[in-house]
């Protein structure tokens, strides 16, 4: 019973992993870059949340909503002034800048005087609930977490698989070029998967503030999204979900059966052995580089 | 604008091409060797830290900015080399033993990381070195026998045949000698064979193994002689520290250590040095300004971040060149004067091909 609790729990943290994992996978997707923002982002979204409810006083859905149109402008916003004038430059220099991104956020969240340095705690309707079932514990945050994303990843996954839209992202992510030729917009394209990269990373944030707390530097989760995002395979969308929850589940037992410590690390030591023997990823494609 | 007559075989071989750069690196030697005597204590120690950060960073840049390897754990290697210096020094090891030992291992682990590293490349290789970084930090916190743990690790002064670099002076003239003989190993390596082979791979993976390069080796050579340059620069550090914590060695410091060769300039070894000085300047630059800004700017926490996220996303959208670029454009610019052009370095504006073709 201890173990299936255990696996619970872990599923919840996995589903939060896999959540910010397929803002990865997305902007992977669709531009072929990484963001080291993502974490940020999140970090972005919950205090949107958080002053949307606490100090505008917004009711819960219309904070939500409120929060995830601000992340989409800023992903939009974000895309248009610092990613765009990059376009096509070698993959590492936005890796660079988005961490410079980052750094940026994280500082100015916490030179928000009286208010960023601390910890806050988001008041959601959901907030201290307990869904029991046959001896076993489900916290109703951690419920709302899995529901939610497995929701979204099938929303992504269908986007991608069945409307227009997706299969354009699919193919700009390609080959830009031949994309361009093709009629596809390149540039507005991008800047539609930036902003829901942004809205993703707004839903995981908020999803993640009733368990863990508000804080500026919540974002260094996002370093354990990388993890799942590659045990899954950095293009596969469920991949990213599957491997969050690998992830998720791996802690949750180490932190119970391992001496302490290993908790920390067992997201790195999982996905250094997935590179070690299947490079690709678990739902990954097998591809090779042309000259 | 320079022209240069080659008169002899002589003067292909020599690191210094032309009397300009015999005058002007001997100048900064002869500076660099009466600075004890020019700067205060504080700005030595600070001077130290540059050619400490120098030389780790000239191992980073073979990595990364030559062989176009990116390592984002580049601070566990620094690590490595740190407690090692430290555990070997305390045990009363001569200086120079214990730093060939630190830079030794600290290799060693480079190859451990490197080998599996290799099936990977691009942003897999930033995960896996992320990885590790992430492993042999929890390892320092852990292992307490050796690194004493988070309560942290004291280090005793540099000794060796009786005689102690205890004081600030004669410990930077060490850090002097040691990086004056890494930037000469960087540059030699560079011109020989296996640094050709490093730049081959950078630039075309696929075309270096056409032309009979053997990947595998040159990749973990490559990664060996990085780690090695960093736990070098670890072990001087840790002289210079005096005291060692694991959280010392975290993310924040590897990607100061990438920070500090993309704003220096990648692929320039004098972007390393322009890199160090930048990332040690700065917080001195920011603490002098803090005075002058109201409160609520100068004096909140986040500042440092602020700063240094913006300086980088800067550097990359208009300099992608660091540093060493600009110096290069300036010195076109006066070299070439007045035929100077705007668009002379312009980037060229291209469209993203995927790595991913099937």
Redesign the interface.
């Known amino acids: 019973m201890q173990f299936v609790q255990l696996v619970i729990s872990g599923v919840a943290l996995g589903c939060i992993y896999g959540l910010i994992a397929l803002g990865f996978v997305l902007i992977y997707k669709a531009t072929e870059t990484v963001s080291f923002a993502q974490g940020e982002l999140m970090m972005l979204g919950a205090f949107g949340g958080l002053v949307c409810m606490t100090v505008l006083g917004f009711p819960f859905w219309l904070a939500v909503l409120a929060a995830m149109a601000g992340m989409a402008l800023f992903g939009l916003l974000l895309e248009r002034a610092l990613i765009r004038p990059i376009l096509g430059q070698p993959a590492f220099s936005i890796v660079m800048l988005t961490i410079g991104v980052g750094y940026v956020a994280r500082g100015l969240i916490t030179m928000l005087p009286g208010f960023g340095t601390d910890t806050h705690v988001l008041p959601v309707p959901y907030k201290d609930q307990l869904l029991q079932a046959g001896g076993l514990i489900v916290p109703m945050e951690q419920l709302m977490v899995m529901v939610l994303t497995a929701v979204l990843s099938g929303l992504l996954f269908a986007l991608f698989r069945y409307t227009k839209l997706g299969i354009a992202m699919q193919a700009s992510s390609q080959n830009q070029l031949a994309a361009y030729y093709m009629g596809i917009p390149v540039q507005r394209l991008n800047g539609l998967v930036w902003a829901l990269a942004a809205v993703m990373a707004a839903i995981a944030g908020l999803l993640l503030a009733p368990i863990t707390f508000v804080h500026a530097n919540m974002g260094f989760i996002g370093l354990k999204a990388f993890p799942a995002a590659v045990v899954g395979g950095f293009t596969s969308l469920p991949g990213a979900l599957v491997g969050g929850i690998i992830i998720g589940v791996v802690e949750s037992l180490a932190g119970f059966y391992l001496p302490e410590g290993f908790k920390d690390i067992a997201a790195y030591v999982v996905v250094l052995i997935m590179l070690m023997v299947k490079p690709n990823g678990l739902f990954g494609e097998r591809l090779s580089k042309k000259v | 604008m320079r022209f240069i007559f080659k008169t002899s075989y002589a003067q292909d071989l020599s690191l210094a091409k032309h009397e300009g750069h015999r005058f002007w690196y001997g100048l900064l030697g002869l500076l660099l060797l009466a600075a004890p005597w020019l700067l205060s204590e504080y700005l030595l120690a600070q001077l130290t830290f540059i050619l400490i950060y120098s030389v780790v960073g000239l191992g980073l840049m073979m990595l990364a900015g030559f062989t176009g390897l990116?390592s984002i754990g580049h601070a566990a290697f620094l690590g490595v080399g740190a407690y090692t210096q430290a555990v070997l020094t305390n045990m009363g090891w001569p200086f120079p033993l214990a730093m060939a030992a630190a830079g030794l291992l600290s290799a060693a682990v480079g190859v451990v990381v490197g080998l599996?590293?290799l099936?990977?490349k691009?942003?897999?290789l930033?995960?896996?070195t992320?990885?590790?970084g992430?492993?042999v930090e929890?390892v320092f916190?852990?292992w307490e026998s050796v690194t004493g743990g988070n309560t942290g690790k004291t280090v005793s002064a540099p000794q060796m045949l009786g005689w102690a670099a205890d004081t600030g002076s004669s410990f930077y003239f060490v850090c002097l000698v040691v990086t004056v003989l890494a930037t000469l190993a960087c540059l030699n390596l560079l011109r020989s064979p296996t640094g050709r082979a490093f730049v081959a791979i950078r630039d075309?993976?696929?075309?270096a193994q056409s032309m009979g390069i053997h990947l595998a080796y040159y990749k973990t050579l490559s990664f060996a002689f990085s780690a090695a340059l960093a736990g070098i620069g670890g072990a001087l550090y840790a002289h210079q520290i005096r005291f060692l914590t694991p959280d010392q060695f975290n993310?924040i410091q590897s990607?100061d250590l990438?920070?500090m060769v993309?704003i220096g300039g990648l692929g320039f070894i004098h972007g390393v040095f322009l890199g160090a000085i930048f990332l040690i300047g700065l917080p001195q630059a920011i603490s002098v300004v803090k005075d002058f800004l109201p409160e609520?700017?100068g004096g909140?926490?986040?500042?440092?971040?602020?700063?240094?996220?913006?300086?980088?996303?800067a550097f990359?959208?208009f300099e992608?060149m660091g540093l060493y670029g600009r110096w290069l454009k300036i010195r076109a610019y006066l070299q070439l004067f007045p035929f100077y052009r705007q668009g002379m370095f312009k980037?060229q504006?291209?469209?993203?091909?995927?790595?991913?073709?099937?």
Do not use: C, N, T
């Open positions: 990116f599996p590293a099936r990977v691009g942003i897999y930033g995960i896996a992320l990885s590790f992430f492993i929890e916190a852990r075309s993976e696929i075309s993310i990607i990438l920070l993309v609520a700017i909140a926490p986040g500042l440092k971040a602020v700063v240094y996220g913006a300086v980088l996303v990359v959208l992608p980037r504006k291209s469209f993203q091909k995927s790595d991913r073709l099937k």
